[in-house]
């Protein structure tokens, strides 16, 4: 059984920074793009990032030059570093991975107050 388990989230101030984790279970890791999600409060559930097994990565244009993916593939972990954050960051985000299926954590809760 797949399992995503994120944690990291909490409330910072605008400019400060938050690394997000996600634990994963039930996959083979390292053979597998992991991606961020968030969704905030009214609106839809937006990619963030993904990293790909090989280390490639992608970020959507608001956050490119601010957060960092990447991925411990030993320790089953896929990172989210949260840099200069901006109150428009405030949002659930969400790790998901997509094996024959699409399999999503909890959610763990970001809030940047200006």
């Known amino acids: 059984q797949v399992r995503l388990v994120e944690s990291g989230g909490g409330s910072v101030q605008a400019g400060g920074s938050l690394r997000l984790s996600c634990a994963g279970s039930?996959?083979?890791?390292?053979?597998?793009?992991m991606d961020w999600y968030r969704q905030a409060p009214g609106k839809q559930r937006d990619l963030v990032a993904y990293?790909?097994?090989?280390?490639?990565?992608w970020y959507t244009a608001s956050v490119t030059g601010r957060f960092t993916i990447s991925r411990d593939n030993a320790a089953n972990t896929v990172y989210l570093q949260m840099n200069s954050t901006k109150p428009e960051d405030t949002a659930v985000y969400y790790c998901?991975?997509?094996?024959?299926?699409?399999?999503w954590g909890q959610g763990t809760q970001v809030t940047v107050s200006a």
């Open positions: 998901h991975v997509f094996e024959n299926s699409d399999y």
């Open positions: 039930g996959i083979i890791f390292s053979w597998n793009a």
């Open positions: 990293i790909m097994p090989d280390g490639r990565t």
